[in-house]
Antibody, heavy 118, light 107 residues
Framework: QVQLVQSGPEVKKPGASVRVSCKTS????????INWVRQAAGQGLEWMGW????????HFPQKFQGRLIMTRNTSIGTAYMELSSLTSDDTAIYFC???????????WGQGTTVTVSS | DTQLTQSPSSVSASVGDRVTITCRAS??????LAWYQQKPGKAPKFLIY???NLQSGVPSRFSGSGSGTDFSLTINSLQSEDFATYYC?????????FGGGTVVEMK
């Protein structure tokens, strides 16, 4: 079945970087954009950006410019999100999600908890 | 950025009730609106797209309506498994944005 399986929890110190993986199965990886969404404890959902696994093209909001990289390995159907210069404000659950065209995000990973603490 | 304002922020309801949640966009977004359900400790679940289209497998007691700037999600005959937080999300323009969420809790 269609699945997105993310890597495990991470604990990082301020200033470090974190990379979260999102392994896909059950569908053609190259045919769907992968989005990243995060959620701080008790808060709402924040869209971080999308990547096109076929072209490698990415798009993300200005607030993440310079410290967010999205990559992919098409041979193993896996997308990656790397966030650098971490601060305590980056402590959150990070989700990858498949785009259903422009209509929304129809399949989600289970989430990866990233904790930034000294 | 397109802001989405959901109301109410929380609602108390009983099994069998009808619940309506609204989502107002800060600018015209045509029908580029989706709704999600999220339960504690879980990823969001895709319920409705293009404002009124039910995603496959979602019970028919869920329905969506609206266009332009004003949208609503209605749950008819609320079931115990429907107690959760609901989010709207627009995809008319980047960045994608979400509403602040509405908690549907047991009365």
């Amino acid at each position: 079945q269609v699945q997105l399986v993310q890597s495990g929890p991470e604990v990082k110190k301020p200033g470090a970087s974190v990379r979260v993986s999102c392994k896909t199965s059950g569908f053609s990886f190259s045919s769907y954009d992968i989005n990243w969404v995060r959620q701080a404890a008790g808060q709402g959902l924040e869209w971080m950006g999308w990547s096109n696994p076929n072209s490698g093209k990415t798009h993300f909001p200005q607030k993440f410019q310079g410290r967010l990289i999205m990559t992919r390995n098409t041979s193993i159907g896996t997308a990656y999100m790397e966030l650098s210069s971490l601060t305590s404000d980056d402590t959150a659950i990070y989700f990858c999600a498949r785009a259903f065209g422009q209509y929304g995000l129809d399949v989600w990973g289970q989430g990866t908890t990233v904790t930034v603490s000294s | 950025d397109t802001q989405l304002t959901q109301s109410p922020s929380s609602v108390s309801a009983s099994v069998g009730d009808r619940v309506t949640i609204t989502c107002r966009a800060s600018e015209h977004i045509s029908n580029w609106l989706a709704w999600y359900q999220q339960k504690p400790g879980k990823a969001p679940k895709f319920l409705i797209y293009a404002a009124s289209n039910l995603q496959s497998g979602v019970p028919s007691r869920f329905s969506g309506s609206g266009s332009g700037t004003d949208f609503s999600l209605t749950i008819n005959s609320l079931q115990s498994e429907d107690f959760a937080t609901y989010y709207c999300q627009q995809s008319n323009t980047l960045p994608l944005t979400f509403g602040g969420g509405t908690v549907v809790e047991m009365k």
